[in-house]
Every structure is written in structure tokens, then in C-alpha cells.
């Protein structure tokens, strides 16, 4: 076989990464290069350099250094069973391909993972080769992403967050059986006590800094991690928990919802179609309740069906429409948490009303300003001007709510 | 009607001085009329007035006191007014002269005029992100001492070229730099951070080594099963796709991503049969026994066996074993005890199949070639590995071997084995850990051979790799309990 040229590799091990949902590079420190005269900076909000046909934002150079895996993941493309063409970058690879895409403001900066190759410590070490590389050689003050090994060396992962603004560790599945059947070499306590030991030492740096500027950073973006949707039988009502666990339990700073995409040379224990995307935005908009709206996991699925997220309506007015004693809500009265709780009115909007309300009653036409749209919000809010009076005792109230008919799946016949 | 000029577009400081006269002159918004340029249609004053607009001339003289605007405010309105909009400066006066008897209008989000105003700089923050986005620059050159250069051109949608300099200055301060606009251009070289004239798009070179690159990681990272054109164009609007290289990709890929999908699904359904294919027919049964199977084989001369040891390594376990072993070829130890598996990996391949509780009285284990092949160097006798015709000759006395035996479960250790069993040479890796139906209904599982194991470098790669070969035994066996 030819040598691969970094082209090449480029293309086999980017095409491997993009099964993970993760390209976001915010939420760390800001940053930037006068006093070291280097390349890169962090704003905090993270920057979308492009955008890809199916919608997604190319933040950072997402790529695996090899796809070479001896691990047998069934949903991986890259697992050791699966015949895709395989590559390997060296650190020196991709240490200069993210300096030229970083240099032509192509990216952010750079989220690597990689295959398990030769071992999980020597993969761990070389994945923090390159970043202590672009950070000391090159003084590179762009985004860094890498997602760990949960079976490396923690002394590695020790490592890994003095040069990265993030790690990560995928879960992968909601029960740790599932991690069993699906991912053979894993094992879920081994990955929450990773996540555990990592969340500890991002807080305890985190303490240090609060006592000198001079501590060191730690992964000062914290810590993320993917979970895989509809590869097996487990339900959202099991993603939720799991994720709600999560949060509370290891710190995590987000969970990315991957709805299973059928991959090339798919293992023959997994579904051939993948579940509807809208179940994968379903569980984006309930994880967001849980996280900025004050619900427990247990009001966002107490009424779907099957332990599975309505996919007609957003789960904030299954919630609504489930409780409808609980409206309307008076805009010109009600406490924050309420206000969270209509739909149509995020946290933004709920940020406006309350401000704007110190100045007068707020009527429709306020509201309209400060909320882009009332349209869902109507039925289930009280403004000066406006009471939904018999509509929020509609039966065709949820009818109404629907989305309208329109198939955001690709797959419905 | 007081008549104000501003220098430019972006004269925010000769607004902000005009403004404060107004205020401080009590004129009422409705009475001020704002203009751009020099030569406005109401620049009567002629050409003694240098860069900042009218206001020495046309303001009337203070009537109260110095106004007070809150810094918040104020930064709001500077923001807005970055936008292209011709109202912006009028609304700015009014808000900040509303703001005189409503010091707190700035908080109300409810605000008429505060909402504009947040409309137009949320459209400034928006262009600004964006050319902080889609500014893509293009390598010229680089000095003696390594440091490079680099050009842009960016067509924004508002006033922001000067401001978006900064940003540019604080990442790029390691490279020298200049990005071209219609209206003006920013550049830096290590120093200062330089403002000039707006350029055309012919001022900046048109490729780029690594463009391709880049195109071929955009085209990579895209992923079939999931196109989203809507929510991509709402964030790449197409008017800036001219100045974005990858762009050129998007028609394509969107018109390939379903056959993309559909050829995925097919290679799918299909893949199941491809290993059924290479089963060729069972062969005439020749022998009822084990005994005479080998002692003919042993007795066989129609092979050439200058490069094997004349020893016959026969096949060892009961001959109604429900599972049969089969690997590559006895090793020098297997030779010279003329018993299959004793060596290293046999000792690897027993302790194995008692971790995951397989019954080795029940196992017949064998070999795909029965004769050790080898080279001597010196007085020690290296393994060679058996060509092709090797294990095609050895091939019906393995099919033989098979039919006596009868087992439910054939477990291929390693690829000799492999195309031993099914005629073909197929990828482990890919074929392994399935229970795939073989001849006379018994299932063939393929795995590793234990010397695979022996020869990994690393101690936790074999632990690894050791436990996926525990499993592929267990998988077998339980096709027995089935
Ligand atoms: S460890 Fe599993 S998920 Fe990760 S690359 Fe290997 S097979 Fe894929």
C-alpha cells in the first residue's frame, strides 16, 4: 500500500470522528496571544468557522489520530471488526495540520480522540503529546479538546488537563449493561470513577486559582461526554436519568446526545435504521429542562408514553398540557421559576419580562418585543391586555401545539 | 432644522461630540437632521471645515448643563451604531435624549426604542461574529525567520472593519497579517495594528496549499445520514459563501448524500450472505475412523515434503468431540512430541478455555496443516508459514477430519486455519466473534490464534486482546448449550 499523504489521512480520520456529536469550543477560559506572541485566542462563546450540510457547526479540527482500534465497540465505525481503511497520524501530523487550519482562522482549535492502538496508556500519552506540543512549542492559545481514556493511567489524564481546555469521556450507553453487550472492553463503573477522579481534580484546581493566579489550569473548561441514541433498547426516560445522575453526580459540564447513525460496515447486533432525529432533539430540549429550567427528570417523563419523549410536541408543553391547573401564568406577577415553566419563553425571554415589568404592566405587543414569537406562549399566559380564557380548556389545544406536520426525518417512508 | 455631518460612516466620536452639544443646547430630536459625508447635500459650509461635521457652526450655544449619559447606554448605542442603517444616528439622539427625563430607559427591554436599538446591534454583534467566523486568510510568504504572512478579503454587512481589528490583533499576534474590506483594511505586523483604504477581492491571492485540505475535511466531517441544509444556511447564509472555499463542496455533497446513504444500507443487507458464498460443497466421504484417516495421510506421498519435518501431528481428543479446534500447524515443540498444541500457545490456548469454561474433554483439537514447515538456521528450526498449496493439499484431510469428528462448533484459530475451513482468505478482524453456519449444520466461529497473542508488545494490548478471544470461546461454547 501507498503511503498515505496528510491529505489522505485527513480524510479517513476525520470521516472516523464525525459520528461524535461534540464540536463546541466554549466555555473555557478567555485567552489570548498578546504577552506570549503566539497564535490562538479563546473568546468564552466559542466561534462556528463554517457549517456543514447537515446543519452542524465546524468549530474544531475534529479528528482521531488513528482509527486503528483494538477495542470492539459495536457502534463504532472504528471498532476492531470493522474493514473501513485505516490511517495514523503522528503528533507531529497533527500538531501542523491544526496550526495551518488554525492559522488561516479555518477552526477554533482542536478536539482529538483516537482508536486504542498498542495500548490505552500509549494512546493517552501521545494524544497529550500533541497538545503539550501546540501549547509549549507553538505557543498555541486556540481551543483544546481531547477525549480520554477512561482505562489510561490517571497520571495521564493528570496530564492531559494542564494542556486542554476540555476532556472528555464518552459513556456511550445509558446502563452500564449496555456498555457490557455494545462495548465488550468497557465498563461503566470504570467510566464514572474516571469521570468522578476528573471532576475532583477540574474543582480542586478550580480552588487552587481562587487562592493564587499562579495554580495551574485544569481543564478549565470542564468535562463532557456523549451518550449514543437507539443503538440499544434503553429508553429516554433511562437516557434522562442517567444523564440527570451525571450532572449531579461527576459535575459534567454537558451531555451530547447522539442519535445512532447507521454506519458503514455496521456490526450485525445493531439496528439498520437510525431512530428518528427529532427523538435526538427531543432529549436536547429535555436536558436542557433539567438543566436551565428547574424540572426534575421525573415531571419531564411522567407522562410519556412507553418511557419515550413525545416527538409532536417539545417536552416543555408535554409538561404544560399535562398540567394545565398550573396555568395560566400571570407575565406581570408570576415568580422566575413559573416564568420558566411556559412554553415558548426561554431564558432569555424570562430575563426581559422580568426587567421589563419593573417599568409598567406588560401588555401583548411588550411581550412581542421582548419574545420573538407568542404564538406558543398565548394559551398559557396572562398579560395586561390578554387572558387565553376557555382556549387552555381546549381539547384541541395540543392539536394546535404540534409541530406542524413536517418530517424532519429523513428515513419516514 | 440643525444639520450635523458626520466624518464617515464610522464617526462615532463626531457623533458623540455632536450629540452632547445638542443635548446641552436642549434641541429636540425631531430637529436634528443627520448626515454622512463631506459632500452631503446640505454641506453648505464649504471646504474650511477639516474631518469632524458641523457642529462649531450649526450647534447653538449650551442653554443647560453638561448632560449625563450612563456608560451602559452609551456602549449600546456606539454598537448600533456600526449598522448600515441611515436612521441609526437619529435614533441614537433620541434615546440619549429621552434618557435625560428617563435615566433608566436603557434597562427596559419593552422600550420601542430601546428595542430598535437592540435590533440594530444585535445585527452588529451578529456581523462582527460572523467576520470573526468567515474571515479566511490565505498565505503569502514567510520572512527569514520563519514569521508568515497572511491576506484576507471579507465583505461585512456593517461598519466593523476597525472594530473587529483587535480580535484579529489578539489571536493573530504571532503572524503577520491584512485583511481587505470594500471600505477599509486592518493589518499587523508584530507592532502596530495598521488602519487603510478599502481593497477589491483581485488585491489577494487566490489559492492556498492548504485550502485543499480544508475542503477535504469539510467534505469528511459531513455526515450523509443527517443533511440539514435549512440549519445550515440559516447560520452560513449564502452571501458569504463567495469568500468561503469550502463552500464550493455544499451543491455536491448535498446531491450525493443520499445515494451516499442508500449504498450504506444496501452493503448492510448484503453483507450477511457474503461469507455463506465461499462454502463449497462437502466432499466424498473417504474414511470412517481417525486411525486410518492419518495413517493414510502419513502413508500419502502425493505432496512434496522437503521443507516440513516427516513427522505426522495428528489431531488429539475424542472422536465425537461437539467442538473442534482448528489452527495453523504444529509447532517445533508439537513435533517433536507429534501432539497438537503443547507448546506456548497450546499452554495459552488451554488455560483460555478454562477461563471461560470450556470443557477441553469435549474439544478435539487439530491442525489446518499436519506437518511442521520450517528453515533451519543453525540448529534451531524457525516456523515458516504454509504457503496457499500447502493448505489446499491439507485441506481435504481436514474436511475429512471434520466429517468423522462431526462437531456442532468449528472454532478457526487464525487465517490459515481460516482458509483452511472455507477456501478463502478472509480478514479476522472483520469475520470474527459470529456464530456462522457452516457445513452439515454445524457453526464455524473465527478468531485469533493464540501465538497472535503472544507476539503483542504491549502487556495491557494482551489483556485486551486476551479477554475478546475469552469471549469469542464463549461464544462458542454457548452455540453447544443452544
Ligand atoms: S474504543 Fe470503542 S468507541 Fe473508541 S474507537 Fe475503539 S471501538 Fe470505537
Known sequence: ?413 | MIRIALAAETDIAGWRDAARGLLRAQIAPADVDWQVGRDSLFDHAGDDRSSVGGRANDIPPPRGPQPVISKELLRQIETALLHSDPERFALGYRIVYRAQSEPKIFLNPADPDMHRLRGLSKSIRRDIHKMHAFVRFRKIGSDENGRESFVAWFEPEHHITLAVAPFFRNRFTGMNWLIVTPEASIAWDGQTLATGPGGAKSDVPQEDAVEAEWKAYYGAIFNPARLKTKAMLAEMPAKYWKNLPEAALIPGLTREAETRMNAMIDKEQTAAIAIKDVMAPAQAHGFTDLDSLYKALSAATDYPQEDFSPTLVPGEGPGDAPMMFVGEQPGDQEDQAGRPFVGPAGQLLDRALAAASVNRDQAYVTNAVKRFKFVQRGKRRIHSKPSNQDVEYYRWWLEQERQIVQPQVIVALGATAVRALTGKSLTISRNRSQLIDYRDGAKLLITVHPSYLLRLPDGAGQKVEYEKFLRDLAMAQSALAA
Open chain 1, 1 to 413: 500500500m501507498a503511503k498515505l499523504d496528510r491529505l489522505q489521512k485527513l480524510t479517513i480520520l476525520a470521516d472516523a470522528a464525525k459520528y461524535d456529536a461534540s464540536c463546541a469550543s466554549s466555555g473555557s477560559i478567555k485567552r489570548n496571544s498578546k504577552s506570549s506572541g503566539g497564535i490562538g485566542s479563546t473568546t468564552g462563546m466559542g466561534i462556528c468557522h463554517s457549517y456543514a450540510p447537515d446543519g452542524q457547526c465546524i468549530s474544531l479540527l475534529k479528528i482521531l489520530l488513528t482509527n486503528v482500534c483494538m477495542f470492539d465497540c459495536h457502534y463504532c465505525i472504528n471498532r476492531s471488526s470493522s474493514d473501513v481503511r485505516r490511517a495514523a497520524f503522528t503528533v507531529d501530523e497533527v500538531v501542523d495540520l491544526t496550526m495551518d487550519f488554525y492559522k488561516r482562522n479555518y477552526i477554533e482549535g482542536l478536539f482529538l480522540s483516537s482508536g486504542i492502538i498498542r495500548s490505552p496508556d500509549y494512546t493517552m500519552e501521545m494524544l497529550v503529546q500533541v497538545a503539550k506540543k501546540l501549547r509549549i512549542e507553538h505557543k498555541f492559545g486556540g481551543y483544546i479538546h481531547l477525549k480520554t481514556i477512561p482505562e489510561a493511567d490517571p497520571a495521564l489524564l493528570a496530564d492531559a488537563g494542564l494542556y486542554a481546555d476540555r476532556l472528555s469521556i464518552n459513556i456511550e450507553l445509558p446502563s452500564d449493561a449496555a456498555i457490557a453487550e455494545f462495548a465488550p472492553e468497557k465498563s461503566g463503573p470504570l467510566i464514572r470513577k474516571t469521570m468522578a477522579d476528573l471532576s475532583g481534580r477540574i474543582t480542586e484546581a478550580k480552588v487552587e486559582r481562587r487562592k493564587s493566579r499562579k495554580a495551574p489550569l485544569f481543564a478549565p473548561g470542564g468535562h463532557s461526554t456523549q451518550m449514543i441514541v437507539g443503538a440499544d433498547a434503553s429508553d429516554d426516560a433511562a437516557i434522562l436519568q442517567t444523564s440527570a445522575k451525571l450532572y449531579t453526580g461527576v459535575g459534567l459540564k454537558r451531555v451530547y446526545y447522539s442519535a445512532f447513525s447507521p454506519i458503514p460496515d455496521a456490526s450485525k447486533r445493531l439496528p439498520l435504521a437510525a431512530p428518528p432525529l427529532m427523538r435526538e432533539h427531543r432529549l436536547y430540549q429535555a436536558d436542557w429542562m433539567l438543566r436551565f429550567y428547574g424540572f426534575s427528570v421525573g415531571e419531564i417523563i411522567a407522562n410519556a408514553q412507553g418511557g419515550l419523549l413525545d416527538l409532536d410536541v417539545d417536552p416543555k408543553m408535554a409538561w404544560a398540557l399535562m398540567n394545565r391547573q398550573s396555568f395560566p401564568v400571570d407575565l406581570n406577577r408570576a415568580p422566575r421559576e413559573m416564568l420558566l415553566r411556559v412554553p415558548g419563553l426561554g431564558t432569555k425571554g424570562v430575563g426581559a419580562v422580568v426587567r421589563a415589568r419593573r417599568f409598567g404592566r406588560l401588555r401583548l405587543a411588550d411581550v412581542e418585543r421582548l419574545c420573538r414569537s407568542t404564538r406558543k406562549m398565548r394559551p398559557w399566559i396572562i398579560a395586561e391586555d390578554w387572558h387565553p380564557g376557555a382556549r387552555l380548556d381546549s381539547d384541541m389545544l395540543r392539536a394546535q401545539m404540534a409541530r406542524p406536520a413536517k418530517q424532519m426525518d429523513l428515513f419516514a417512508a
